[in-house]
């Protein structure tokens, strides 16, 4: 989990650093992007055989697989 936390951080500082304006808005949103994949990874990495997201999603609306 480690490794994969300094990935994802390696690569929001790799990307910042290559933008060629460096809007507010846009550095919000890499970082809100990578928070969310991080999160799934955590949830993925964390427990492989627990229901997915995409599941938990379509019991929440009430849809049948």
């Known amino acids: 989990?480690?490794?994969?936390?300094i990935m994802i951080?390696?690569?929001i500082i790799y990307?910042?650093?290559n933008m060629?304006?460096?809007v507010t808005k846009d550095?919000?949103?890499l970082i809100g992007i990578s928070?969310?994949?991080w999160l799934a990874g955590f949830l993925y990495i964390?427990?492989?055989y627990r229901d997915s997201?995409?599941?938990l999603i379509m019991d929440t609306l009430g849809i049948k697989m």
């Open 1 to 5: 989990m480690i490794i994969f936390s």
């Open 9 to 11: 951080i390696a690569i």
């Open 15 to 17: 990307e910042i650093i």
């Open 20 to 22: 060629e304006e460096k």
């Open 27 to 29: 550095i919000a949103l």
């Open 35 to 37: 928070v969310f994949t």
């Open 46 to 48: 964390s427990d492989p």
């Open 53 to 55: 997201i995409v599941k």
